[in-house]
């Protein structure tokens, strides 16, 4: 079957960095995407990754590794406004998106 | 350039009731989705469209139907509406580039059956 796993809930403090890690298994892999939602309101698109390494932008990066089916999205300097959901997402076999849950994030002053 | 929208933002359905969430996007892509977003979950895709006139079904398309008569419109239709549906549903658009997509959401309808 398809899986995604990622953590359901993580705290960090403002200022800090936070890594999210996100597994996956899937039939077929075209390519990686990071979305950040915040409290009801819809996802936004954050990365892609498509092949190995590290892409950075701004304070973010996402991280990709698909011999281990192994993503993380990276983020610095954590301000207030980055408390959300980041949900990772695979493209599999047929493009269809497949999501994990997301990972709560809690930033504290 | 509006994206994508969706009407009503919210809806109080009785059980057996039927209704259509209404999706729009002005960016002239030619994929369009329906997903279902229940509280601690993912994303679960119901239905999508990969063209004017084409659909096919998502993971959990039970209880719902589409149609997509033009590239902008891309409506849902609950018939029957049963406790199970209550959730935010969330319309999106992509146009897929070199094997990779992006989908750009719209706001959301939450949906409450009682």
């Known amino acids: 079957g398809q899986n995604i796993d990622q953590p359901t809930e993580m705290t960090a403090t403002e200022g800090a960095i936070v890594q999210i890690n996100c597994t996956y298994q899937t039939s077929g892999f075209n390519g990686l995407f990071w979305y950040q939602q915040h409290a009801g309101e819809a996802p936004t698109f954050l990365s892609y990754n498509v092949l190995d390494g590290l892409e950075e932008k701004g304070r973010f990066s996402s991280f990709l590794s698909r011999s281990k089916g192994y993503s993380y999205l990276l983020l610095k300097e954590l301000q207030m406004k980055d408390s959300a959901s980041y949900l990772c997402?695979?493209?599999?076999?047929?493009?269809?998106?497949?999501w994990g849950a997301g990972t709560k994030l809690i930033i504290k002053p | 350039n509006a994206g994508v929208t969706q009407t009503p933002k919210f809806r109080i359905l009785k059980i057996g009731q039927s209704m259509t969430l209404q999706c729009t996007q002005d960016?002239?892509?030619?994929?369009m989705y329906w997903y279902r977003q229940d509280p601690g979950m993912g994303l679960k895709l119901i239905y999508y469209?990969?063209?004017?006139?084409?659909?096919d079904k998502g993971e959990v398309p039970n209880g719902y139907n589409v149609s997509r008569s033009t590239t902008e419109d891309f409506p849902l239709r609950l018939e029957l509406a049963a406790p199970s549906q209550t959730s935010v549903y969330f319309c999106?658009?992509?146009?897929?580039?070199?094997?990779?997509?992006?989908?750009?959401f719209g706001p959301g309808t939450r949906l409450l059956v009682l």
């Open positions: 999106a658009s992509s146009n897929r580039d070199r094997g990779g997509e992006t989908q750009y």
């Open positions: 469209s990969v063209g004017a006139g084409i659909t």
């Open positions: 997402a695979v493209g599999d076999s047929n493009y269809q998106l497949i």
């Open positions: 960016m002239n892509h030619n994929y």
